[in-house]
């Protein structure tokens, strides 16, 4: 099953991509584990990166999607995968479907988790507190307005793509909110799955 997960930054994409992932038995594949990995292993693609974010500029979408391609034709993703964080805009799902109908493959269906982006917030600055109090390190960004900006280039950027997948007949929308436990039966249940 080939999967993209879709809902603002703290929205719990990240835990619900592993439980599909266990479930499914595919990866998760998040664009910017793949970066780091190719700027690590220097490969011609990495250094082309490297390049670009030493220039303080993003990472064109020619190379992301570079990226996705070539961990997309690796042997664990062959049965499918959980895309995490990529894509963040409309253009780059339109280039994703061009990609993945060069390569024979298409999308089984975009999982949307549906927050209160207010919520969200207060969320965030728990668990920062949370782990600030374990001893733990926090991100730089795990601030409120920090955190409100990422939010506010999440609703200009991606937003957009709730429409652009729900007219493919695509879009499986889910409560976020609910408890971790609760979202994920919404999430296999979405796809016909059972957990």
Do not use: H
């Not at 190719?38 to 250094?47: D, K, M, Q, Y």
């Amino acid at each position: 099953m080939r999967l993209i997960l879709l809902g603002p930054p703290g929205a719990g994409k990240g835990t619900q991509a592993v439980r599909l992932t266990e479930r499914l038995g595919v990866p998760q594949l998040s664009t910017g584990d793949m970066l780091r990995a190719a700027v690590a292993a220097s490969s011609p693609v990495g250094l082309q990166a490297q390049a670009m974010m030493e220039r303080g500029e993003l990472v064109s979408d020619e190379i992301v999607l570079s990226l996705v391609a070539a961990r997309i034709e690796q042997s664990d993703a062959q049965r499918g995968f959980v895309l995490d964080g990529f894509p963040r805009t409309v253009g780059q799902a339109v280039a994703l479907d061009t990609m993945l109908g060069e390569m024979g493959l298409a999308l089984d269906a975009v999982l949307e988790l549906q927050v209160d982006l207010n919520a969200l917030v207060a969320r965030m600055t728990g668990r920062v507190a949370e782990a600030r109090a374990r001893g733990e390190a926090t991100r730089a960004d795990d601030n409120p307005d920090a955190f409100r900006t990422r939010l506010e280039t999440y609703r200009e950027q991606t937003v957009p793509l709730s429409s652009y997948y729900a007219e493919r007949g695509l879009l499986r929308s889910v409560d976020g909110m609910l408890s971790v436990d609760r979202v994920a039966i919404d999430v296999m249940s979405s796809l016909g799955l059972k957990l």
